[in-house]
């Protein structure tokens, strides 16, 4: 490690989004910034690596948005995927500063890029990275160092010192070598606890050893936890997290957006029991890619089996994995590793029942199917054109909801309701006061960096600057 | 690459993830279209979050400049030459070095080592070295040659790539490939430059590359009104310093200098972990080939009425012919590829338009 030969301002934590935007504000206030990773350099970048867009405001079209998104539309979708889970004053902030969001991060070196070909339903309300989130914390790097923000991989954070809501020093392990570091004061943007499977096995039991985790193996929720054990006062539901249905067969860590999968209204789904469990054509995505997760993670086993014929094959984006492809049904069923005859008599029962209506994958369509239960409500046609595929998938953590309580100046607020006196926090680790549940697709971008800044800001002013 | 399909955030660099998008299954002929669309630029490597040392190991660059030496190999002819590819630099290096050497031997044997070290000046100086039959008609020869194993290259790049034939009667998708090529559109990287020589955006390859494109043009241009005034004015070499070929020659061959320079100093920067041996190799042989050459030749310009002059072109006409044995098997091949896979880009692209 690199001794430090001056004293620090601001200690920042973290090496996503919301910590380097945080690493950049502070900087520019003039305050000393060192920036702790706990990752290596090619892997840094925590979640925000495997991110795509942006949701922010806007008042008008731009080369990279087709339309105008404003704080009341903003509001109203947050609102209502959160049925209310979010701090409003919070979430109006985040909002209202989101506007200024294009120029700055075009100003730290992130280049957009029109949107991309699949995402019509984003094409106004958000802006895309060219070449991703990865590019995008590349450039953001790029212009901490040019700022003079030191930065330190392969460095985690294993302790925090507070006293009195204070903060006076962490313990960063390097190489195995602890050492003490003592700074004015403290951003904490480490992410949430997702890929801490002890953890989630708290609220899930050991159903949690077959969750599969979207993003970083990082994110051990070590400084959650730290500042929850000094006081912090917790926001969000502990046991929620936001869980999608992913191809069973991607990597434990890091697969990001290639292992999703979205056959599932195209077909039918059954779980280890070959019995089907929930309506698979209930309702389009934004909303069905936040049930899926959840309804895999509750099966046994952990895995669902979506089974579909060559006639839905055009009609959904592939996953990276091909899928099992076989000229008859118990065929699949073999290769997926579940029961054939039960297979069969699944399909079987369900063509029966398939009342024959207009398909129209672009709406709520009349195809159903009539007395089987669960009914599949849309999309309904008979599984009988061969080849038929079949995919095996599992709940992929996304992210984890519970995080510490903040004010307006992305302070940390202690359980008596003061606010920490030097010590902030920003992204994931906070987004629960503002998306309390639910998703809304380029948000924990808006929230990290919006918080980010603030904190950056603020962690500088508390400093001095 | 179905990763890249099912993640899609570098559409907006190049023209290879669009074009990639419109498959779901990849055949080898569509691999040898996308790998010649592909001009290393090596931004979706630093970008993509499943590069190395992510378990996917995703390099779109290495890959595709192995594809690209893929098919410099297998469209060359006669095959039994597509060897020349896989060492390429030694085998310019023994070309060029056995043109001097003969052209040395036959100059010598014919003229004598008087005329070779003697110092010429007035009119016509070059052919009393080197006899003006002898300087033209085997460079002609090669040329045509040279001319002939491109054409046939690019009609097997077309066929083998399955583009349709009327494309080449498609003046709009001729004209949007040739406005991109000239303008080396995609050279800019969706803008912000290329990832070269490491991780950090810069335009200089850009810049420099546009130094040696323009240059061999302007020494091509050069070559061309010199011809001309030979023939039709029957004005003979050498020329003034003013005149119209000196003048084009010089301002390529410095252009040519620079630019092989910076790009051999880029080349040599380069992170090679997106990068194949084989093509650098092949890279580094042809940049080190046109500095030669426009060395040379601008030595003999400053130098043409000093005994050195003999000497000197002696080995220029050494160089230039290894440059143009050597142009059919080596990295200026891929000035056809890749116009074709322009073309058929453009193509593909408007129907894609038409179609949605």
Redesign the interface.
Known sequence: MVELTEPIDVLVVGGGNAALCAAITARRAGARVLLLETA?K??RGGNS??T?DIRYMHRAATEFVTGAYGEEEFWQDLYSVTGGATDEALARLTIRESETLADWMAANGM?A??P???TLHLARSNL????????MM?AYY?TAAKLGVQVHYETEVRELKIHDDQFVSAVAVSAEAPRVIEAKTIVVAAGGFEANIAWLKEYWGDAADNFVIRGTPHNQGRLLKELLNHGAKPVGDPRGCHAVALDARA?KF?G????RLDSVPFGIVVNKEVKRFYDEGEDFWPKRYAIWGRLIAEQPGQIAYSIIDSKALPHF??????PVEAASIPEVAMALGIEPRALGAVIDEFNRSVNGGRFDPGTLDDCRTEGLEPQKSHWAQPIETPPFYGYPLRAGITFTYLGVTVDEHAQVVMRDERPAKNIFAAGEMMAGNILGKGYLAGFGLTIGSVFGRISGREAARCAGF | MTICNACRYCEGYCAVFPAMEQRRVFTKADLTYLANLCFDCRDCYYACQYAPPHEFGVNIPKLMSELRADTYREFTCPAILSGLFKRNALAVTVITVTAIVIILALVLSFQGSDVLFATHLGEATFYRVVPFVAMTAPPSLIALYGFAIFFVGAVRFWRETQGPITALVDPSALWRATQDAFGLAYLKGGGAGCNYPAENFSRSRMWYHHLVFYGFLFDFAATTVAAFYDHFLGWQAPYPYLSAPVILGTLGGVGLLIGSVGLLYLKWRSDRDPANSSMLNMDMAFLVLLFVTSLTGLLLLALRETPAMGTLLVIHLGVVAGLFITLPYGKFVHVVYRYAALVRYAVEQRQAETNS
Do not use: E, W, Y
């Open positions: 290596s090619d892997l690596r495997h795509r280049r890029q029109k991309l070909r699949g895309f990275m060219l070449g991703g989130g990865k590019a590349n790029d990597p890091d990001g957006i290639v292992t984006m592939p996953s990276v994995f091909p």
